[in-house]
């Protein structure tokens, strides 16, 4: 008899109970002292597809992929040797081969087992159990891909605060180490004049630092295909590399060698086919990132693209917005002679980034001075228009009076014209407007004022806060209009201000209204300076605003004083 054959017997006679190791759902191989087989369960059929008998007699490293067997035989003569290996008396996973060529995973737990008196020749019997890791590792990755869902929802909703897409960016690197448990970060952005992609930022976690990255990440351009953002950028696709301290080769990735950094991922931000951007992660220690994981990440780039693509565009559109908003208005207040000026506009709260309101001051031919104020019905581009064709027309008007004196209701009268004229299938976009025409005057200033549908001018002097004028229909209703002009004295010491109804109308959270007589409150505590009254409004109503569930309205002032003595 064979020493196998003799092994397998004493083996199946000592534990006595051979059925039940032919009934277990794992694996388990016996192997004889110089490293052979000696007894192998049935169930090495169903786990790498050997047929038991086959297996006797023949070396256990025909159960194990070609790179480690060299390691095993060297681990094992050691064990032969001292009785001691780093295997013994725990669970590994390792991989298995199978007859068919590829590796199979497995928790492979080793015992030693000592040898009967008689067969001390033979020295000590190794036990090994093998077990499928397939479900385990399942499980593992899919709580690895779970946890990563998760956190890119994190990262998503941490982005979403932030107010623009600059901000998102410089937000993005901290976020997703932080909640993807990453050690440092670089970010690259696609420069389309020189097709490259530059550097924009590197993030560590606190208390560390990489500064060889950073230093060469910053130095160099990287082109597509280069390692590791230029692979991502040009695969459109995650890019890994679990051990860069075996690619010696990559420049730029031996400065993340040098400072300690081991694994490397990249993965394009995108929007739609667009790369905006390509986040590179690092680790410090050698991790794995199955496939599974690299497309939570590439999921998380788009996600993450659609999102700064869309507060990109958004910021784009608020500077259209505010470049629209700022023609609306005048650049800056002229200096009238023995009259203080000051103003505020403020857009509204909801969700049209184009107010209606404007106001306007500009110099006549014969020395005087026309003001407007004025409000057109809604928001939004629309409601742009509309301004933009009442202010300048009520421009145009004042300019040419035909050799005679500027008429406010005459100005008004000429921007209802246009209103009317220009007045389509669309929604009814009304106007409210005051003008006045300012003439110097040797006790002080004389302002004629027409009002169309807008509220009244409030006086103040001398402590004492009155409407002024009488009030028309609004503008782009009818042709008929009949508005009255008013002249009102501006003494030394006086300011006369003029509103919009955002100002009035300004609701605090119980639906309260700032309303006519808290605006004339306000007016007759505040500082006699135009500029302080303006500032005093302006601080009032937005006291009234804090907290409010209600949007605030467009919003302007201006304020008209003659300085006392």
């Known amino acids: 008899m064979s020493t196998a054959e003799r092994m397998a017997s004493e083996f199946d006679s000592a534990l006595a109970a051979p059925l039940l190791l032919a009934a277990l759902p794992d694996t388990v191989v016996v192997a004889d002292a110089d490293g052979r087989i000696a ?43 001292t009785g001691q290996g780093k295997l013994v008396g725990a669970t590994t996973q390792v991989p298995a081969l199978h007859t068919a060529g590829h590796e199979v995973a497995v928790d492979l737990t080793l015992s030693r087992l000592a040898a009967e008196p008689d067969a001390a020749a033979d020295g000590a019997l190794v036990v090994a159990v093998l077990r499928d890791a397939s479900t385990t590792i399942l499980l593992e990755r899919q709580f690895q891909v779970s946890r990563y869902l998760a956190a890119t929802l994190r990262v998503t909703a941490a982005l979403t605060e932030a107010a623009d897409a600059d901000v998102a960016f410089r937000d993005l690197l901290p976020t997703l180490c932080t909640e993807l448990d990453w050690d440092a970060a670089t970010l690259w952005e696609p420069d389309a004049a020189s097709r490259r992609l530059h550097h924009v930022g590197t993030w560590t976690t606190p208390g560390s630092e990489s500064p060889a990255l950073h230093e060469a990440s910053h130095a160099h351009r990287l082109g597509r295909g280069e390692p590791l953002p230029g692979l991502a950028w040009s695969r459109r696709a995650p890019v890994v590399i679990e051990d860069l301290w075996a690619e010696p080769r990559l420049a730029r990735l031996s400065a993340a060698r040098t400072d300690g950094l081991r694994t490397g991922i990249a993965f394009p931000v995108l929007r739609g086919d667009d790369v905006l951007a390509v986040c590179e992660l690092f680790s410090r220690e050698q991790r794995p990132v199955p496939p599974e994981l690299q497309d939570v990440l590439a999921h998380a780039g788009r996600q993450i693209g659609q999102f700064l693509g869309r507060l990109r565009a958004e910021s784009e559109v608020r500077q259209l917005a505010d470049t629209l908003q700022r023609s609306l208005l005048p650049s800056h207040l002229p200096v009238i002679p023995g009259v203080e ?73 000429a921007v209802n014209a246009a209103l009317l004229h220009e007045q389509g299938d669309g929604p009814l976009r009304f106007v409210t407007a005051c003008c006045l025409v300012l003439s110097p005057c040797p006790d002080g200033v004389q302002a004629a004022a027409a009002v169309a549908g807008h509220p009244l001018p409030l006086l103040r002097t001398a402590g004492a806060v009155r409407e002024v004028g009488a009030v028309g229909r609004p503008l782009g209703i009818t042709e008929d209009l009949e508005l009255p002009v008013v002249t009102v004295e501006l003494p030394p010491g006086a300011t006369l201000v003029l509103y919009t109804d955002g100002v009035t109308e300004a609701r605090d959270d119980a639906n309260g209204q700032f309303g006519e007589e808290g605006l004339a409150r306000v007016l007759a505590a505040a500082p006699c300076r135009a500029e302080d009254t303006v500032a005093a409004v302006t601080a009032a109503v937005e006291e009234q605003l804090r907290n409010s569930r209600y949007d605030a309205d467009d919003l302007a002032v201006l304020a008209l004083t003659v300085p006392a003595g």
Do not use: K, N, Q
């Open 39 to 81: 007894y192998v369960s049935p169930a090495v059929r169903e786990l790498l597809g050997h047929d038991p008998a086959g297996l006797l007699g023949r070396p256990l490293t025909v159960l194990m992929p070609e790179r480690l067997r060299h390691a095993h035989g060297e681990g094992f003569a050691r064990f032969r040797r």
């Open 341 to 413: 000026l000051a103003a505020r506009y403020r857009p509204g709260g909801g969700s049209a980034l184009v107010g209606g309101d404007t106001y306007d001051v500009m110099p006549l031919p014969d020395g005087r001075w026309m003001v407007l104020i004025a409000d057109v019905c809604g928001t939004g581009a629309e409601a742009a228009a509309v301004t933009a064709l009442a202010r300048h027309t009520a421009r145009a008007a004042a300019s040419s009076t035909a050799g005679g004196p500027c008429d406010p209701a005459e100005v008004l009268r």
